[in-house]
Structure formats: structure tokens, C-alpha cells
């Protein structure tokens, strides 16, 4: 039994990567992805098609190119999370622009924006974990979209105890503190 296999029985294994050919070969029980993840899996000729059909939805939308861009990002996260939910059992994270970091108002609303696009596709809004980072806006942002609209939250860019406790006592549902930079703390002061 490898030592993977060994930490799953006693932990939550969550696949951090927009390629879910790969999540597929680890079985994790959820996924987190993110813009940059995206956009690494987006470039691999396999997953052309997704490109594309985010392309051709945006076309299909009224605004300027920047906002047609701004949809087509949208819909490629959403179809990226459609697929990688079937392959795990659990949820999937999918990120707030990360511009909107300190908009409380329009974090929640681009939140409400992916949960219905994911609806359209025939995910219901348990199986996401919307990702928005832990700022004063994006922890407020995450207690109204968790107690108005039931919508769960994954808090991310968290560093301190601080935000820790702030995302407690707004309910948020998952925290996900940076612990790469924990180890690098570690390295360098032991």
C-alpha cells in the first residue's frame, strides 16, 4: 500500500489540478482548481474541446470582448469542474476572480453567476465549494453566499490565525490555509 493510499484512510484527499485525466489516477475524494490550473490544463491539446465550447458560449453573449472573455473564463472553469466531478465522489472548488478579492457585492454575485452556470449543467450547488480568498471582503462575501444562499465557500489565501477565527464566525465551510508557506516558515526558522 503505498503511503497515498495509507494517509486516505485516515484524511480527505483533494486533487489541487485542472487536469482530471490525472485526478482520475489518484482517486481523490474532492478537487480544487483555480485560474492558473486552468489555464495549464486548458493548453494541453486533450482538453481543446472544452476550450472551445467555452469559446462558442461566449460568442453567444452580449458585451464588449473583455466582458465575452470574462465568459468564456467562466464557463471554462464551470465545464472544467463538470468534468472533474465525474471523477471524484465529492466536491469541487472553483475559484472568484481573484480581482475581486476586496468586492464583497460583486464576489457574491460572480459566486451566484458559477452556481448557476453549473445548475445549467446539471450540478447541483452541493458538489461546489465556491473559492474566494480570505480577505475582509471575501470572508463577508462567503458568509452571505453560505447563510442567504446556501451556497458552500472554501476561504484560500489564508495566512493568519486571525482569518482563521474571522471564517469560523462567518460559517464558512472550508478553510484552506497556505501550508507550503508554513513549511517555508518552518525551514527557515528551525
Known sequence: MSVLQE?????TIVADT?????????KP???????????SASSMERYQPLVQKAVEYAKGKKGSVSEQVAEAMDYLCV????EILKVVPGRVSTEIDARLSFDTKKSVEKAL???????SLGVDKERILIKLASTWEGIKAAEILENEHGV?????????????VACAEAGVTLISPF????????????
Open 7 to 11: 494517509l486516505k484512510k485516515i484524511t
Open 18 to 26: 485542472g487536469d482530471f485525466e490525472a485526478i482520475n489516477i489518484y
Open 29 to 39: 475524494t474532492d478537487a480544487t482548481t483555480n485560474p492558473s490550473l486552468i489555464l
Open 79 to 82: 465545464l472544467f469542474g463538470t
Open 113 to 119: 453567476k458559477l452556481i448557476a452556470l453549473y445548475k
Open 152 to 164: 458552500h465557500c472554501n476561504l484560500t489565501l489564508l495566512f493568519s490565525f486571525a482569518q482563521a
Open 179 to 190: 501550508v507550503g508557506r508554513i513549511l517555508d516558515w518552518y525551514v527557515a526558522n528551525t
